[in-house]
């Protein structure tokens, strides 16, 4: 049996493809640009807000995303800052954010 991966991706779209025996068995498509929960993304802090103790970071979307802020961290305007995706923008909210980053598979859990 013969495998093989086929992988294309544009700006818009991902698509991946397997093939046993050039038949296709499984096919994925997803949006790259698409900003899901779970998303790890590098963004730029746009705005500190200390009253609120919170920071809005450019992710890349329309809207800004909401990061809370400790008081262990010492953030500055313009600063590039690794953040994942909690909660998904809704209407009028950007996204829900966390410096704290989860990545979990099929085998294994990693935390931060």
């Given at each position: 049996?013969?495998?093989?991966?086929?992988?294309?991706?544009?700006?818009?779209?991902?698509?991946?493809?397997?093939?046993?025996?050039?038949?296709?068995?499984?096919?994925?498509?997803?949006?790259?640009?698409?900003?899901?929960?779970?998303?790890?993304?590098?963004?730029?802090?746009?705005?500190?807000?200390?009253?609120?103790?919170?920071?809005?970071?450019?992710?890349?979307?329309?809207?800004?995303?909401?990061?809370?802020?400790?008081?262990?961290?010492?953030?500055?305007?313009?600063?590039?800052i690794t953040v994942q995706i909690k909660k998904e923008k809704n209407?009028?909210?950007g996204a829900y954010l966390s410096k704290k980053l989860n990545i979990?598979?099929?085998?294994?859990?990693?935390?931060?």
């Open positions: 049996m013969i495998r093989k991966i086929i992988i294309k991706k544009n700006e818009a779209k991902l698509t991946v493809a397997l093939m046993e025996d050039d038949i296709l068995v499984e096919l994925y498509s997803d949006d790259v640009n698409k900003l899901t929960k779970g998303t790890i993304i590098k963004g730029t802090v746009e705005n500190i807000v200390p009253s609120l103790n919170a920071a809005f970071i450019n992710i890349g979307d329309d809207l800004s995303g909401y990061l809370p802020l400790n008081e262990d961290m010492k953030l500055r305007q313009g600063q590039g209407h009028n909210k979990s598979g099929k085998y294994a859990v990693i935390m931060e």
